[in-house]
């Protein structure tokens, strides 16, 4: 059995990723959340992408809503997952999607976190796809740099509140002694992403190594 948590980009179809595609077109069942309580697709872009991708590149799916109010609430996860799990035992091969990117503000790591409790081996065996985010897209459309020589990027929700806040280093010199990068949550350093040579540490590396090296301080 296989679960794909698919990204798919900001708005644009022709922005879904190649790795994206293969997932769905690999998937038996593509579920799609929706906001409206009769489960259907009327305003949803999600749906508007996944057909779009069908009609571009020739393949048909069905296609399983899952109602998904904005309330933020674990029974609304916990549906969402009886059906994802409902699905994966009949079909075998299930994506869910999600619009931008999975890793911000997406619902896939509430659903995943419940997944991970209940059904440990699916969660180990699931991929999460990445996908282009809105702010990325923004910054092409306008063709200015998010950050660009010595600046960083900074992403606020407009809460009025204090909020946690994961950090991401980048560009260290190597032979760098990372004592003094500050740690508030999980930290983890990545080697040569997507190159032979890639490693994972779920820990900081107290010198680095290689010249492309991220660190990211994961913080709930």
């Known amino acids: 059995m296989k679960l794909y948590m698919v990204s798919l980009g900001p708005g644009d179809f022709e922005l879904v990723t190649i790795k994206a595609l293969k997932a769905l077109k690999n998937s038996n069942v593509i579920c799609v959340p929706t906001k409206s309580p009769d489960q259907s697709f ?15 590149f020739e393949f048909e799916r069905e ?3 899952l109602y998904a109010p904005m309330h933020f609430k674990t029974q609304d996860w916990q549906r969402q997952v ?7 035992h ?21 659903l995943l976190d419940l997944i991970k ?26 063709k200015k740099p998010l950050c ?20 991401i280093y980048m560009r260290p010199k190597i032979g760098l002694d990372t004592k003094d ?5 999980d930290m983890y350093t990545f080697e040569n992403l997507n190159f032979s040579e890639e490693k994972i540490y ?18 709930e």
């Open 42 to 56: 009327k305003k949803s872009l999600t749906y508007k992408i996944v057909k779009n991708l069908m009609k571009e």
């Open 63 to 65: 296609i399983i809503p």
């Open 82 to 88: 009886d059906i994802l799990m409902h699905n994966l």
């Open 90 to 110: 009949e079909c075998k091969s299930v994506s869910f999607v999600t619009l931008g990117d999975s890793a911000i503000y997406s619902s896939v790591y509430y």
């Open 117 to 142: 409790k209940q059904y440990k081996e699916v969660h180990d065996k699931s991929e999460v796809i990445p996908g282009i985010t809105s702010f990325s897209h923004a910054s092409a459309k306008s």
């Open 148 to 167: 660009l020589g010595d600046s960083s990027l900074s992403i606020i929700p407009l809460l009025d509140k204090e909020v946690p806040s994961t950090t």
């Open 181 to 185: 990068i500050p740690q508030n949550g």
């Open 202 to 219: 779920p820990h900081k590396k107290e010198v680095v190594e290689k010249y492309m090296t991220l660190f990211i301080d994961f913080v």
